[in-house]
């Protein structure tokens, strides 16, 4: 089992930036590839970001460039660092432990005005 808490999340103007934290407890943080999930307004729930448990990375599209993922395993938090935010990143942002069972986080709560 791995429990996570999600934090970080505001409200920002556009062009600002906000680091979103997961913080895990359970088991064996370090073998679970970690992903930052969102969800706007109307819209399906979209894969932001992932890190495996090696490191390796991968973006959607709409934040290449933006947007940097990373781990750290001794505290076993995975964080997503958003810059240049734009109002359509608005959403409410999950994290997710994906492995042999897939484990969410409650949600933050991301709004960028414009």
């Known amino acids: 089992q791995v429990q996570l808490v999600e934090s970080g999340g505001g409200l920002v103007q556009a062009g600002g930036s906000l680091r979103l934290s997961c913080a895990a407890s359970?088991?064996?943080?370090?073998?679970?590839?970690m992903e930052w999930y969102r969800r706007a307004p109307g819209k399906q729930r979209e894969l932001v970001a992932s890190?495996?448990?090696?490191?390796?990375?991968n973006y959607a599209d709409s934040v290449k460039g933006r947007f940097t993922i990373s781990r750290d395993n001794a505290k076993n938090t995975v964080y997503l660092q958003m810059n240049n935010l734009e109002p359509e990143d608005t959403a409410v942002y999950y994290c997710?432990?994906?492995?042999?069972?897939?484990?969410w986080g409650q949600g933050t709560q991301v709004t960028v005005s414009s």
């Open positions: 359970g088991s064996r943080f370090s073998i679970y590839a």
């Open positions: 890190i495996t448990s090696a490191g390796s990375t």
């Open positions: 997710r432990a994906s492995g042999a069972s897939n484990y």
